[in-house]
């Protein structure tokens, strides 16, 4: 049994990734009415589980958004204008609880509630901040499944930086090569392997190619890349194959 099921949210539980998308489409529309927010959302793909900083840096520098952000709020850095104006659309979003429910990912949501029956602990390591995750895990009906919670809140720094799996390693005072994690993008699956642990990836829409190209540059084994529905089939005898070591 493994000593710890850590997993990642966004993307993983929850579809958030595509709202997310939309919210940075909806933003980038505010600033340049003339700029089709679909093209935005598209250009998000290749930036999932990256900071929030990060991702707004991008996606200004990708679409001339700068000087728009400058001329709405000449007093803020322009990412932060920016990253200002798409939390409006997201908060809005999370507060919808119909609209989270019906953006979930049903197979790895499935596991998440019945982790503890073959881990010893159970973890949700995320990038997003406590009140975006604790949102999330209200409208799931997730709240009190896992051991211990990381947000961004927790670490100085998030993926794909280790430090949010190494806090939960040592709050639950266990450690990798025992702890097994579950993500959906390049950033997550650096995190956690940089923290010692065992990943299964599940990519989404927006990180099937770049997880597949981790794959073919040889850091990810292609037997570490799961469909949704494999979760359901196979991720149990997974799990006990990545812990099983060699008799002395």
Same mark, same amino acid.
């Given at each position: 049994m493994p000593s710890l099921l850590a997993f990642d949210l966004d993307g993983t539980l929850v579809q958030s990734e595509t709202l997310k998308a939309v919210? =940075?489409?909806?933003a980038a529309q505010q600033l340049r009415p003339d700029l089709p927010a679909e093209r935005v959302a598209?250009? =998000?793909? @290749?930036?999932v589980g990256n900071s929030r900083e990060t991702i707004s840096r991008t996606l200004l &520098?990708?679409?001339?958004?700068?000087e728009a952000a400058l001329a709405h709020d000449p007093d803020q &850095? @322009?990412?932060?204008? =920016? #990253?200002?104006?798409?939390l409006e659309r997201y908060r809005a979003m999370l507060a919808d609880g119909d609209l989270l429910r019906r953006h979930t990912h049903p197979e790895a949501l499935a596991l998440a509630r019945h982790a503890r029956r073959f881990a010893r602990h159970v973890a949700l390591v995320t990038t997003s901040e406590r009140w975006a995750a604790d949102a999330i895990l209200n409208a799931l009906g997730l709240q009190g499944r896992f051991d211990t919670v990381v947000t961004a809140d927790d670490v100085p720094e998030v993926k794909p930086d280790p430090a949010g799996y190494r806090l939960a390693l040592a709050r639950l005072s266990t450690d990798g090569p025992d702890a097994v994690a579950l993500e959906d993008s390049p950033a997550g699956v650096r995190a956690a392997l940089r923290a010692g642990l065992r990943v299964f990836a599940v990519p989404t829409q927006y990180t099937r190619g770049p997880i597949g190209a981790? #794959? &073919?540059?040889g850091e990810l084994a292609a037997a570490s890349v799961l469909a949704p529905?494999?979760?359901?089939?196979? #991720?149990r005898p997974l799990l006990s194959a990545s812990v099983t070591r060699p008799a002395p």
């Amino acid at each position: 049994m493994p000593s710890l099921l850590a997993f990642d949210l966004d993307g993983t539980l929850v579809q958030s990734e595509t709202l997310k998308a939309v919210s =940075y489409g909806w933003a980038a529309q505010q600033l340049r009415p003339d700029l089709p927010a679909e093209r935005v959302a598209t250009a =998000y793909g @290749p930036l999932v589980g990256n900071s929030r900083e990060t991702i707004s840096r991008t996606l200004l &520098e990708q679409f001339g958004l700068r000087e728009a952000a400058l001329a709405h709020d000449p007093d803020q &850095e @322009p990412w932060r204008t =920016y #990253v200002g104006l798409r939390l409006e659309r997201y908060r809005a979003m999370l507060a919808d609880g119909d609209l989270l429910r019906r953006h979930t990912h049903p197979e790895a949501l499935a596991l998440a509630r019945h982790a503890r029956r073959f881990a010893r602990h159970v973890a949700l390591v995320t990038t997003s901040e406590r009140w975006a995750a604790d949102a999330i895990l209200n409208a799931l009906g997730l709240q009190g499944r896992f051991d211990t919670v990381v947000t961004a809140d927790d670490v100085p720094e998030v993926k794909p930086d280790p430090a949010g799996y190494r806090l939960a390693l040592a709050r639950l005072s266990t450690d990798g090569p025992d702890a097994v994690a579950l993500e959906d993008s390049p950033a997550g699956v650096r995190a956690a392997l940089r923290a010692g642990l065992r990943v299964f990836a599940v990519p989404t829409q927006y990180t099937r190619g770049p997880i597949g190209a981790m #794959v &073919e540059a040889g850091e990810l084994a292609a037997a570490s890349v799961l469909a949704p529905a494999d979760l359901a089939t196979t #991720v149990r005898p997974l799990l006990s194959a990545s812990v099983t070591r060699p008799a002395p």
